[in-house]
């Protein structure tokens, strides 16, 4: 599961933002199909995207990889 908890975190902090997928891909400069394979954890996010999305959501890059809790 430890594998689709970065998927889960970036949709969600994409919802809490108020942000649609493409609003978002849009943001990221990727396609909305690789978004979505990013947050259904098909397609893993690398390094730089994960730098690249944590700073079009406004957030720490560590936000999206650490567990809540």
Known sequence: MEKNALAQR?????KLKGY???ELAQKLEVSIAVLGSIERGTRKA?????RKISEALGIDPEELSSPTG
Do not use: G, L
């Not at 970036?10 to 994409?14: D, E, P, T």
């Open 20 to 22: 649609t997928q493409n």
């Open 10 to 14: 970036i949709r969600a902090f994409r």
């Open 46 to 50: 690398d390094p730089k995207m994960i």
